[in-house]
């Protein structure tokens, strides 16, 4: 009989415990306490065989809300993109889905030239000089980036806007805490990092500041006026940045930032409720022995081969941990893979078609809930989100349309009071005219 999994007979249970030296399983957990053993019965089903647990469970599956039958607005840092159908062959194969860290170059030179490939993607859109072979997600490389810029600047406030996803600061101040650093949010104005409150803030102890771009409401934030306040103080600059929108946008490297992050998600990375993500991290070239995780460096062999290599890997978070900026030496290599091959099969005009239709989808969705009556908050070019206000809860009417066969907006009165009944209105590529049209009317129906 063939299994998924492999069974342990009786046979093979002897012969480990004989190969460890005790005589049964009891012998074997004897250092624990009997007043701390659990006695009774777990609150656990009874075992059912394979063909009946493969129903339950499919049963189970299929009562989610898939993308495949729901249209879906939903975005928030997660997004429903055009994956090309290479990138599951590609990262399906054995070679990259079971690989582990190519600590040897001489049998990982697929894997290692993979990760070149996406750090050197990840500059030529954030227009950085260095980038990392991945981090978890966002959230992390946000964290990650405060923390380098601390250590760098010796300094210990950090400032980031309330426009930055809530998650990623919430992820912030949780790497602050063992730090010891100060974590002040910076207030919005029009949808929009407020320079002014951003400039009173600012003082000789801010070692860095953080905004997103495009922002958490999908606003484009004026990078220019930014840097100057930021680096007129010395602080670092740090940038958090969708990097499909960079397909359309000016960089930030090209602003002067000094560390860029975000979430390559939006490349060949399916939706899943948690992740997995794939974090990005690219600095300039002075903070290239301080960037966290992992690098790959291409080099040559002594018959003048390129090859590839984990570079500077000597450093602090492996020999000094007193002295460690970050505890992260691992990274994301299968998601940063996918969006490698993503980013490969679009080529550059196809991210940059794939932007543009992005920001114009999205524009077209608004002028259409404007048409229908609803109020949509602030003006300007939105990049796949914008704000709608609704007179009903938002998490009422997403019920609803989810019946309709719709998936709805992000309820922002979660994390920001002054945004009860507001929703976050996502709109990408994938969703279609009729689809927009279809939205907007079933959101009036319920508005009304």
Known sequence: MKHRYL????EDKRAMLETIGVTSVDELFSDIPEQVRFKGEYNIKAAKSETALMKELSAMANRNADLKSNASFLGAGVYDHYMPIIVDHVISRSEFYTA??????????GELQAIFEFQTMICEL?????????MYDGGTALAEAAMLSAGHTKRKTILVSCAVHPEYREVLKTYAKGQNLNVIEVPVNDGLTDLEALKELTNGDVGAVIVQYPNFFGRIEPLKELEEIIHANKSMFVVSSNPLSLGLLTPPGKFGADIVIGDAQPFGIPTGFGGPHCGYFAVTDKLLRKVPGRLVGQTTDEEGRRGFVLTLQAREQHIRRDKATSNICSNQALNALAASVAMTALGKKGVREMAAANLQRAQYAKNAFKNAGFEVIYDGYSFNEFIVKLNKPVSEMNKQLLQKGMIGGYDLGQDYSDLANHMLVAVTEQRTKEEIDTFVKELGDLHA
Do not use: F
């Open 7 to 10: 069974p342990m007979t009786e």
């Open 100 to 109: 582990y860290t190519p600590y040897q170059p001489e049998i990982s030179q």
């Open 126 to 134: 954030t227009g950085m000089d260095v980038a990392n072979s991945s």
